[in-house]
């Protein structure tokens, strides 16, 4: 198991604050969001209650794609197999990790993904004993212990359980040596995951940065604000819930404006706000949120045209997805009636 003296754990953690910044601006947080991991940890310690939809699901987001229509076929056959084997896997479940982890490598014949599986899969059984391992951030562990010179740095990456013992070890030596106090763990987690993967941003522009939600979650019971008539919203649709979070947003930052751009508004919603993580449903959303398609009236447009212009892409089937992005400039209001006069 790897072990980190004092000075090796405060220079790997120096290194990872002078990158933090630059690779969680790529994290995809919309495909990765935080809360569903956290529901699955309380789920999956009792194994025999998982559902097969649940469990594939949960690999599913594991492997980059939980809404997606299907993965790449090496992840699925990966998914598929453990689904057959799940019934022979419940008897197993109860011992210990090292017999549980042998149980996956004989029954996944594609290790290169198989690993990341049973990593995964023995994470959310006993969180407490594992950390959330994948190839890529045992990569980055790799290089950064290869930075700062550590003696254990060309252990080798052969995919087996004292990998994810060392990963553990080396995650949670770090850990308190950062300043991000209670995002700390999701902050390294997710620097962990970017770094080891930088390598597929290559050909991304320099000027790509994605953005984490500030509203992950939602729910029309009970909000309440201050500021806005959110029960004028009446439709319950992803455009409405987008323009129930936007002006949550403006009064959590306490932003008295109302008049905006379109390209302003759609900065305050990146993709994954209110949990809506598929992004082909999230720009229909965005396009629907500035028309007027059934009657919606949230804005007051300086160009009539171009709230119509929005409701005639939302109204048919065969819409620009990227429409707002043509009228980034536009200025628009909030409609008055959706505003608590003071």
Request: a negative charge; glycine letters at 4%.
């Amino acid at each position: 198991m790897i072990t980190l003296i004092e000075k090796e754990r405060r220079a790997v953690a120096a290194n990872i604050q002078e990158r933090i910044d630059e690779h969680l601006g790529r994290f995809p947080y919309a495909r990765y969001p935080a809360e569903l991991l956290e529901e699955w940890c309380k789920i999956f310690c009792n194994p025999a209650s998982v559902l097969p939809e649940t469990i594939k699901k949960a690999l599913g987001w594991h492997f980059g794609g939980w809404q997606r229509q299907s993965l790449p076929s090496a992840f699925s056959r990966t998914i598929a197999a453990i689904l057959k084997a799940w019934p022979e896997f419940l008897p197993i479940a109860p011992s210990e990790p090292q017999e549980i982890f042998r149980f996956w490598q004989g029954q996944l014949q594609d290790w290169s993904t198989g690993f990341s599986a049973a990593a995964f899969l023995l994470h959310l059984q006993r969180p407490n004993d594992f950390e959330l391992v994948d190839r890529h951030r045992m990569e980055a562990m790799r290089e950064l212990l290869q930075e700062i010179n550590h003696s254990e740095n060309e252990a080798s990456l052969g995919l087996e359980f004292t990998d994810l013992e060392d990963y553990t070890s080396f995650f949670r030596s770090i850990i308190n040596k950062l300043p991000y106090k209670d995002d700390s763990r999701v902050k390294l987690d997710r620097f962990l995951k970017a770094y080891g993967n930088r390598h597929a941003y290559k050909q991304v522009s320099p000027d790509f940065r994605t953005t984490e939600p500030s509203i992950r979650t939602f729910t029309w019971d009970g909000i309440t604000s201050q500021r806005f008539k959110l029960e004028q919203i009446v439709g319950r649709a992803n455009c409405d819930v987008l323009f129930a979070c936007f002006l949550l947003s403006l009064e959590a930052q306490r932003n008295s404006a109302t008049e905006f751009t379109v390209g302003e508004v759609v900065d305050m919603l990146p993709v994954g706000t209110a949990g809506i993580c598929n992004e082909a449903s999230f720009n229909y959303a965005l396009i629907s949120l500035f028309s007027q398609q059934r009657q919606r009236d949230f804005w007051v447009f300086d160009k009539p045209e171009i709230s119509r212009a929005f409701t005639e892409q939302a109204n048919q089937s065969t819409r620009d997805m990227r429409f707002y992005q043509l009228h980034t400039g536009e200025r628009l209001q909030i409609n008055q009636r959706y505003i608590l006069q003071p």
